[in-house]
């Protein structure tokens, strides 16, 4: 190791997050080089001095105690929520969704009209990102659309108008069945380069409820019709990607 | 993780990692006061979200939201740019003081100046490098948990943690707070 790739990784070992093995390979240079150990020890004196120094602010007493009482109260009259297991989402989603101030308020309303669509807003994209977090998006590799659309029948109460754009460069890459409220719903799966777009077909009643467009943390999502029924697009695709196949899907009959 | 109540599971977490939360509002907001509104508005969010949290260190999630919390305390504030109390005031004119007389100062300094000089230099530093130096040195926290603090990739932690370290330490150097250290 020399001395260029060892300083490199000598804050890495300072904070324990090397591996093993090259931990050993730049302990080897350190006994060699009085340079990093330097580096190595000024480090060590700037943590010192940061902890010795830099004293940990504690919690007063008074936060404690009203952090607590809230705790309690809420304890004692809590009645059992159901849980929504479709809902849990990746963390960092959440992380992303509680950061999002503006977004925040939009989506957390509960009691304005547009609360519906809020719901729905959050489903639609909780699906399309637990769907990228877990293996596979898809619970039927497409191999064409005949193998597609047969087997959503028996699962759902109309299964979608499914068409393959691969020679348009959106490829079919299969389905799956999620949630949109106490709704099972068809999602069809495509792939346009290294972009993953899901397309929600929704029923005629909820149709209404999806936005135009909603973008959320790179994410879009975006109101289409497939086949004459409402569907709702979420993906990472740019605007023009977007819509050359938002107007593709509702040219398919 | 969240068997009988989600909101029990952030109620402990909140708790028990609540030093930790009022100790990075601190660093961030300068202002007691407003650390402690801070992690109050975090408590309050993370209750709210509790249903949602689904796995994923528990610790950097409520941390997120607390960081969350004082950012938007930040921004508002200088929106208002009303004056805003802040206690252990950083002291400008000591930060200022001429190198001829660090020598001397080094000598005399006792704790409670350097404690002084240490808080003057750490608040001095942007943001961004302070809050990871506090989440890596004090608060002990991995590269992967300060990443899914701040939202940031990695090598972000990384190239901030460095820089600041390289700022605060010649900070100190060049007034005389920190010794130089001497070689193995
Ligand atoms: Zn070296």
New interface residues.
């Given amino acids: 190791m020399d001395c260029k790739a060892a300083s490199e990784l000598l804050?890495?070992y300072f904070?324990?997050?090397l591996d093993r093995a090259t931990g050993r390979e730049f302990e080897a240079h350190l006994d060699e080089c009085?340079d990093c150990?330097?580096a190595l020890?000024?480090?060590?004196?700037?943590?010192h001095?940061?902890?010795k120094?830099?004293?940990?602010?504690?919690?007063?007493d008074?936060?404690?105690a009203?952090?607590?009482k809230?705790?309690a109260a809420?304890?004692s009259h809590?009645a059992?929520?159901t849980?929504?297991p479709w809902?849990?989402?990746?963390?960092?989603w959440?992380?992303?969704?509680?950061?999002g101030?503006a977004t925040l308020a939009a989506w957390?309303h509960g009691t304005s009209p547009a609360d519906g669509q809020s719901q729905l807003t959050r489903d639609l994209f909780a699906s399309h990102w637990r769907a990228l977090a877990a293996t596979s998006p898809i619970d039927v590799v497409s191999t064409d659309q005949h193998t597609v659309k047969p087997w959503f029948a028996g699962k759902i109460a109309t299964a979608p108008v499914v068409e393959d754009f691969a020679t348009e460069g959106y490829a079919l890459i299969g389905g799956r069945i999620d949630y949109a409220g106490s709704e099972r719903i068809p999602v069809l799966v495509y792939r346009h380069g290294k972009h993953v777009i899901d397309v929600f077909v929704l029923p005629t009643t909820m149709g209404t409820g999806a936005p135009e467009s909603i973008q959320m943390q790179g994410y879009v999502l975006e109101a289409a019709t497939l086949g004459g029924q409402p569907a709702a697009i979420v993906s990472d695709m740019d605007q023009a990607e977007l819509a050359r196949f938002r107007n593709l899907l509702s040219t398919s009959k | 993780m969240m068997s009988t109540?989600?909101?029990?599971f952030v109620?402990d977490l909140?708790?028990s990692h609540?030093?930790a939360?009022?100790?990075l509002g601190?660093?961030l907001l300068g202002s007691?006061q407003d650390?402690?509104d801070a992690?109050?508005d975090a408590?309050v969010?993370?209750?709210?979200?509790s249903?949602?949290?689904?796995?994923?260190?528990a610790r950097a999630?409520w941390l997120?939201?607390v960081r969350?919390c004082c950012l938007?305390r930040l921004a508002l504030r200088n929106k208002e740019k009303r004056n805003v109390a802040i206690d252990d005031n950083p002291v400008a004119a000591e930060h200022w003081m001429p190198r001829a007389e660090a020598d001397e100062i080094e000598e005399r300094l006792d704790?409670s100046r350097?404690?002084q000089?240490?808080?003057v230099h750490?608040r001095n530093l942007p943001e961004h490098f302070r809050e990871v130096?506090i989440l890596?040195?004090?608060?002990e926290l991995?590269?992967r948990e300060i990443a899914?603090v701040l939202?940031t990739p990695i090598g972000t932690v990384?190239s901030r943690?460095?820089r600041g370290?390289a700022l605060?330490?010649k900070a100190?150097t060049d007034n005389g707070?920190?010794?130089i250290?001497?070689?193995?």
């Fill in positions: 804050p890495l904070d324990g997050e009085a150990r330097a020890i000024e480090l060590d004196a700037l943590r001095t940061l902890r120094d830099a004293p940990r602010f504690s919690a007063p008074a936060l404690r009203r952090i607590e809230e705790a809420a304890a809590q059992p929520r849980q929504r809902l849990a989402m990746a963390a960092s959440v992380l992303a969704f509680v950061a101030g957390n | 109540s989600s909101r029990a109620d909140a708790l609540l030093d939360a009022y100790n601190r660093w007691e650390a402690a992690v109050h408590y969010r993370a209750a709210r979200s249903e949602t949290y689904a796995g994923g260190n999630w997120a939201i969350n938007a704790s350097r404690r000089m240490i808080t750490l130096l890596r040195e004090i608060e991995s590269y899914d939202q990384m943690l460095a370290r605060l330490q100190l707070t920190m010794e250290p001497h070689g193995l």
